[in-house]
């Protein structure tokens, strides 16, 4: 069944290509086609275009449908284009005319637009909740390890001390910044693009403020064109904010399976964390963070994928459009497979507390040792080059007392502070 549907035989190669992946990927937003249906359907009878009794059966038929969703049950037939046939076909079937109308004064275009800003919204609200769990255990390690020293590296070579406190609280800081991308991706899903139709509105009566509450949408998408011209930027905005929580974890994954590594030994995964490797024996593999360091990668390029497939398209709706669901719902179910995993991993890491004492690591006291010698009145240059001569001439013994003070170092985490920032989202 086609919605379009005239009369006209459609080419079958035609159509397989045209319809492409819609039927797998609306499953993805039937619940969100249905609720905005119910909406739709109850303002529809609030300005007298469909009786109360036409309300009452496509209220009843849709809540069928939510039920089959919710269940697992539902499916699109192949004789059904997409997840919006699917539905008017099923209420016609049940109801009669009364089916025949809950498509009055709206288009595909505002109704697959409508259930995206409602996903959206609501995937959003799931990311943000993995996130904030992996921010909680990230500073429950970070409380755990606030004294446990850690190299701290610039250019892959040893620089000045850190700790594993200061290391969990920098990624758990990190992930609000991405947070606040994700805040102002929902700003945007947060607008109701019903009632644009085709993208020119409609001569119906219609109340979009009405669906506007009933959506639960906390503004309205005003101008209908603007609406349509919302399809692809909906999509960018989540992507920004994907992309950059992916970075975050991408780096973090990659210090992982560094530190993890017999070179440098600073944590260690239990054996059930890792993998094996089939010809030598002794192999334990960190191949979950590998495949989160990669996973995160790939999500990385999701704007530009969404930029390169929207970038000249002029106003109104065009069929490239359709493909913006191939992208986007793949990638927003690796990110929270990815953040869910890596919450769970995360809990499980053990930190080397000793590994401080190796002498290799005594040289990234120096800046120590500047600064104390320029607190007893050296000037700073003075002092730099002092203690630069001793370290080069191997005659450099270097007082391993820190005192670090100051809001953010090893010796003051400020974790309330951190916890404060992501209480205000």
């Keep these: 069944m086609k919605l379009w549907d005239k009369g006209i035989t459609v080419d079958n190669k035609i159509e397989a290509f045209t319809v492409g992946k819609d039927r797998e990927l609306d499953k993805f937003i039937a619940k969100y086609d249905i609720i905005a249906s119910k909406a739709h359907a109850t303002m529809l009878q609030k300005v007298d275009l469909i009786s109360q009794t036409d309300l009452t059966n496509l209220t009843e038929g849709l809540d069928e449908l939510l039920r089959q969703v919710e269940s697992g049950t539902f499916t699109i037939e192949e004789q059904f284009e997409d997840v919006h046939s699917k539905i008017e076909h099923f209420l016609t079937e049940k109801y009669g005319e009364s089916g025949k109308k809950i498509h009055t004064a709206r288009s595909r275009n505002d109704q697959v ?7 959206v919204k609501e ?19 970070a409380e755990q390890h606030e004294n446990d020293l850690l190299p701290g590296y610039t250019h892959l070579q040893v620089a000045m001390p850190s700790s594993f406190g200061l290391w969990f609280s920098a990624y758990a800081e990190s992930f609000i910044d991405d947070l606040y991308l994700l805040e102002a991706a929902f700003k945007i899903a947060d607008q109701n693009p019903l009632g644009s139709a085709a993208g020119y509105g409609s001569s ?36 920004y904010g994907i992309s950059s929580l992916a970075g975050t974890l991408s780096k973090f994954a990659m210090d992982i399976c560094l530190y993890n590594s017999q070179n440098f030994g600073f944590i260690t995964l239990d054996d059930a964390f890792t993998t094996g490797s089939s010809i030598m024996p002794h192999k334990k593999n960190p191949d979950v963070f590998e495949l989160i360091r990669a996973k995160c990668n790939v999500l990385q390029g999701l704007p530009n994928q969404l930029i390169l497939l929207t ?12 493909l913006l669901k191939e992208l986007l719902v793949p990638a927003i179910n690796n990110m929270k497979d990815c953040l869910e995993i890596a919450d769970y991993a995360v809990k499980n890491i053990q930190v080397n507390k000793e590994l401080i004492h190796d002498e290799k690591y005594d040289d990234m006291y120096s800046v120590e040792n500047v600064n104390r010698l320029v607190l007893d009145g050296l000037s700073f240059r003075e002092a730099y080059k002092k203690v630069g001569n001793e370290v080069f001439s191997k005659k450099n013994k270097p007082s391993k007392q820190l005192a670090h003070s100051h809001i953010g170092s090893i010796g003051n985490l400020s974790l309330n502070r951190i916890k404060d920032k992501l209480n205000i989202l």
């Excluded at 503004?219 to 919302?230: C, F, S, T």
């Design 311 to 322: 970038t000249n398209l002029p106003s109104g709706y065009h069929r490239d459009l359709q």
């Design 113 to 119: 637009l409508t259930a995206l800003h409602l996903y």
């Design 123 to 141: 995937e959003i609200d799931q990311i943000k909740n993995l996130t904030k769990s992996l921010f909680e255990t990230l500073l429950v390690k």
């Design 204 to 239: 119906f009566p219609i109340d979009r403020e009405l669906t506007t509450t009933l959506l639960g949408f906390n503004h309205l998408k005003v101008n209908v064109v603007a609406a349509q011209m919302g399809r692809g930027k909906l999509e960018k905005s989540f992507a």
